[in-house]
């Protein structure tokens, strides 16, 4: 085996390291879409549950915070929110971004929890976040699974074209 | 199944779809939820003031026994759960129920704290702290108002009975309307609202899933078929026309399956050729 043999068969082997290193991380960037779900998931149940964890707003706190929006805007907001935030995902997917999902969401939808508590009306509402926060990062990781997936498909098809290779030059080589 | 067009088309355009269209349902019942609660609370507001108007000429007079009628009368009225007359130091002078009076309020509970929060009472209460919603020892949800009895000049100067200038608040007319009016209505809108979602979900993704089908998803299927077969069929024919760019798609891989077996015959013709060619030069 000539050097320039041996210093190609390394470089394959580094290729082939560096696939498999891509399909790992490909994997674990398809599941984190449903991390995030679960994170939302046990996010709400919390909030559902804060009634019976968390001690009521004493009238102090309350006037410290000052008064707090009417439940109709935040509802407004909530609406808006939700229409750009699934049009935004929507472009994504026409546009095969590979932007990661964002757990920047997790934190809009924990301050309408928030404002809905200190408006007093979050009972009324929780199933309202609840849905949105669903949808939005359903459909987040939806986008993020099939393109990762597609992005895996073509990484094994690259791997088995370079194993191929790789074994065919070992036969030529014996 | 998740990797076949279709899926991949429908799935994100049902899912935003859905996703939106409960997320505006739910907040709309909320906010009409929070409409009717907030009117029918105003229409209890109106009723204790009316109570407390009722009333005013028998408290002048202190006419214990005029009051007590109007308050028994005005309790027994379908939907009234309690009607009840306290005064300044917490003690139900008046109630339907004839066994409350004498009682002594817990300044503590819902519908009291609103004023008595801090160190001194407050004389005045905003609307929406007068209004309370619980549910009673019966089970029966609640929508209570109190109504405040302000000192007037003709309280503290009537020489039958007479109360300090200083008390701004006489004593307090707590009536609790039962909500089972209300709660049947909200969930009559809610089962409407809920079979209106239903339909627009069933029309809008079915209709897109149909379009699609139509148009996209079977045309395609034919294509796949068609150029899966190594020999051109009469199948082809039935994608020649009426399905848009995927028919120019199906006449452009007709036509380059036909040049390319053009092709293939012109060259066996010119190896047969060759060959005749060749076997004549040899003889």
């Known amino acids: ?174 | 199944m998740f990797q076949s067009i279709a899926t991949r088309s429908i799935i994100p355009v049902g899912l935003a779809v859905t996703g939106f269209v409960a997320i505006c349902c739910l907040s709309l019942y909320s906010i009409m939820k929070q409409d009717m609660i907030d009117e029918a609370a105003q229409s209890g507001r109106n009723i204790a003031n009316t109570v407390v108007l009722s009333t005013r000429y028998a408290m002048l007079h202190n006419d214990r026994q005029h009051l007590g009628n109007i308050i028994a009368n005005i309790g027994q009225q379908q939907g009234v759960e309690h009607l009840r007359v306290f005064n300044h130091e917490g003690l139900i002078s008046f109630s339907r129920n004839t066994s409350e009076t004498g009682q002594q309020i817990n300044k503590n509970t819902e519908g009291c704290s609103g004023c008595h929060s801090g160190l001194k009472p407050a004389a005045l209460l905003a609307a929406e702290k007068q209004t309370r919603r619980f549910k009673n020892e019966r089970g029966v949800e609640v929508l209570a108002m109190s109504q405040p009895i302000y000192n007037e000049p003709s309280c503290s100067t009537t020489a039958c009975h007479y109360h300090s200038q200083n008390n701004r608040v006489l004593g307090m007319l707590d009536i609790g309307l039962d909500q089972g009016p209300l709660q049947n209505s909200l969930a009559l809108m809610r089962y409407r609202m809920i079979i209106f979602t239903l339909m627009i979900l069933v029309l809008t993704v079915g209709g897109v899933a149909a379009l699609l089908n139509r148009s996209f998803f079977i045309p395609l299927k034919k294509l796949v078929d068609i150029t899966s077969v190594s020999v051109l069929s009469d199948a082809e024919k039935e994608l020649e026309s009426g399905f848009g760019e995927v028919s120019l798609l199906a006449q452009n891989y007709h036509s380059l399956v036909v040049r390319l077996n053009d092709a293939k015959e012109a060259l066996a013709r010119c190896h047969s050729c060759n060959k005749t060619k060749a076997d004549t030069e040899n003889t």
């Open chain 1, 1 to 174: 085996m000539t050097n320039q043999e041996t210093s190609r068969e390394l470089t394959q082997i580094d290729q082939r390291a560096a696939l498999l290193e891509s399909i790992r991380r490909l994997h674990a960037r398809s599941h984190r879409g449903m991390w995030t779900i679960a994170a939302f998931a046990f996010t709400s149940v919390l909030v559902m549950l804060g009634d019976r964890i968390l001690p009521p707003l004493t009238p102090e706190v309350k006037k410290m915070l000052g008064t707090p929006p009417t439940s109709n805007m935040i509802s407004a907001l909530l609406i808006v929110y939700a229409f750009s935030a699934i049009l935004l995902v929507l472009g994504r997917i026409t546009n095969a971004s590979p932007k990661t999902v964002s757990f920047s969401h997790i934190g809009y939808l924990v301050c309408f929890y928030a404002f809905y508590y200190l408006s007093g009306v979050l009972s009324e509402n929780f199933w309202a976040v609840l849905a949105t926060g669903m949808t939005i990062l359903c459909l987040e990781s939806y986008h993020i699974w099939t393109l990762s997936m597609a992005k895996i498909r073509e990484e094994e098809e690259t791997l088995a074209l370079l194993e191929r290779r790789m074994g065919l030059e070992r036969g030529h080589n014996r």
